[in-house]
Nanobody, 121 residues
């Protein structure tokens, strides 16, 4: 499966952005898709993931502010980000894996290119 992330940009604190992850491949509906982010000088960290059955999981730092969803017909996964904070600034990546959701980026073999999100204070 190939992934293409988009939707990043510059937003003020408190604002919103929606990231998209478009996938190719006939078996997209079988994959777990996750969002990860990496800030300068920091390790890549888990943000959210959605399973093939629409079960979603979130990092504690984004619970209640971010929402992940998938549109299987469009082969696209979205990350709606609300109430953004400066500490959300990072390059955001989408990734995919078979089987269950997982927060470890090493468990995801398929990655899209990153999209930069910058939140100004």
């Amino acid at each position: 499966v190939q992934l293409q992330a988009s939707g990043g940009g510059l937003v003020q604190a408190g604002g919103s952005l929606r990231l998209s992850c478009a996938a190719s491949g006939r078996t997209f509906s079988s994959y777990v898709v996750g969002w990860f982010r990496q800030a300068p000088g920091k390790e890549r960290e888990f943000v959210a993931a959605v399973s093939w059955s629409d079960f979603s999981t979130y990092a504690d730092s984004v619970k209640g502010r971010f929402a992940i969803s998938r549109d299987s017909a469009k082969k696209t996964v979205y990350l709606q980000m609300n109430s953004l904070k400066p500490e959300d600034t990072a390059v955001y990546y989408c990734a995919a894996r078979i089987l269950a959701s997982n927060s470890d980026p090493l468990q995801y073999p398929y990655w899209g290119q990153g999209t930069l999100v910058t939140v100004s204070s």
